[in-house]
């Protein structure tokens, strides 16, 4: 009879939302909230890339090339040239959104039954896109202590089964900002050589990189039918509406079977797509601006965080997102609490609880997440209403 | 080892794909070709639309809620009471492009290994958000001598099994442009009611109706849990490149499930959703339009093929497509011979083979679809060299 379909039951809400109606409540008491939970940044995104939107004279709004307009594509290899990958326009499908690329590799690459291994704590979503393909997410936990670097390749070799298809990275990682080393994407590398899997990566915030260099896996040798990349211009423009991305790979099986999937919902938006090659006409400094800004919110918050009793913050090294442990009870309940029975001048801080990064049941309980996407004022300000409230929070340890 | 998925290997290409690089080289020898093959519109956006989207002044291109904009929502809301169906705005997902409205709408309701009975010929994608979402179509053939009428319910009956989840419908019908009948609708509904199966229904096309009322399964009374409807502005507006759709529901079930799907992928594009809130402001008579103009173009492609030797064209009631039955070998061989080896006054016209359309393997061989998205002295010429073609086809029968 009428239900919906088990893989309905079993998709994962968001973890935020359940904290959104307690917000919503916090500013009808007249509370200011300060948004930390989630990476939408306040960056105005360039008016160059709004403006090719603005002033564009065509009369009918058609569908593009299910792979993207051509001349995107061309413009994008540009973009992958200048961050030193070398890619042709054949080998880059534009997608609605990052989301919908990490859809298009799941689908043409994983079966149902298959698995992944995934570093967690890990980007939520992955969590909706391997229910939505049938797919298990195998968590290998990395750990605060180190900074979230990437967990020994050993831990993932124990976890490797007959059904392990692929392993999933985030770099630099949401919801970590953990960059990682060459090193380390080398020793990926050999790991899915070595075992015939495809390795994902997801490089949302690759211009978001403070203290080493900007990596791809795509700038790794020797094994392109490996590499599969994900892409996005959400952070990397602060276009986050936009919904353009980018399935980029050099394996042309993974492409023939990806287009296959792009050709079904027909095309990616056209206006977007507008705004993307304009994007790609920015000043080549046009990064350092942003980045600057980002590093300073950085430094701010990592040094408020490792000021606050009982607090460890570890300095990511990309991306906007810093997890910091604190000395509470379960970080559920803290940030609830935080909507909920907590102001301080006025306002109070929205984060994001650890708990729904992790694929382990029991883990990020005294974890949360903080998006630095507010101005250095507005975080200073976030920083003293946690700083307080850890003071008076009922279930501090 | 590396290899893509059984799924990925599955997908469907576009039936039409293999006939573009033949229409390339004949452009390239100088042939004109008439694209009657897909449903591209050449009618102009309303400027209106893309005038809000031109003088849009925010400066951060923003996510926007995932079930869209509550604003666009809202405006949603009186566009469906204007066609006289009663939701509210939290029946209604907005989606990135009906596309995205049929795969939410498959994986909310649908699992692995279930069955959907649809009415064939059937738009070709259906295929593909099937093998996406591990379901089987079923297909039940309606045929060209009714002018492609509903099959008689006793004809679903036979192929409903345990694994049956829903009927899906597009209404008014792509590829054939016939019109369900409220009678035929109400059928439907009693069916699905009597077997606890769900009526998916595409109404992309809803505004396009020549010679009937303006239905949408939503008008149905009592069956309110079993109705999942999904929408479109592209054909409605010209707006295909937006990229912007909707499934509407009283559903909360499906509601609630499919909302978990558009958490994951974060929310629809912006831009379009800008578009697509004025869209409900232009003035009352703007589809009487469009509407006049597409009746006018079928009136002439029904007509001229009807004069032609040996072909058959039912005259269909809705939407921008109509079906023909030609005197011909294989529509495949037809299509490709009418690229590769013919011209006439230095033109040729691409059609859509109908074997795309079936889900029965060697049904379609003798039928075309048409798109009249071209003007009409275009659509005139296109219709002289489909005549002359069709007096010097080798594979004439």
Redesign the interface.
Known sequence: ?????????A????PI?KLVPYAEAAKQRGTRVYHLNIG??????PPQ??DA????D???????H?AGNESYRRKLVQYYHSVGVEVNHQQIIVT??G??AI?FGF??????G?EVIIPEPFYA?YN??AV?A?VTVVPVTAQIDTGFALPPIAEFEKLITPRTRAIVICNPNNPTGYLYSRAELESLKELVVRH???LFSDEAYREFSYTGELLSVLHLQGAD??LVVMDTISKRY??????LGALVTK?Q??L???M??A??????????QI?GEAAIDLPADYFEGTKAEYQRRRDLVVRRLNEMPGVYCPNPGGAFYAMARLPIDDSDAFCQWLLEHFSYQGATVMLAPATGFYGTPGLGKQEVRLAYVLNLEALDAAMDCLAEALKVYPGRR
Chains 1, 2 share one sequence.
């Not at 998709?11 to 968001?14: L, Q």
């Open positions: 009879m009428l239900s919906i379909s088990q893989r309905g039951a998709m994962p809400a968001s939302r939408q940044p306040d960056i105005e995104t890339v709004l939107v603005r002033h564009s065509f009369k009918v709004l058609e569908y593009s299910s609605t959104g989301s919908e859809l689908m043409a690459c994983l079966d149902a298959d979503n909706g896109f939505a049938g015939g899997l495809y039918e490996h602060s276009a986050c509406g936009a919904r394996n099986a993974v023939d079977a990806a296959k999937f050709q079904a919902r027909l095309s990616p938006p056209s206006f977007a705004a």
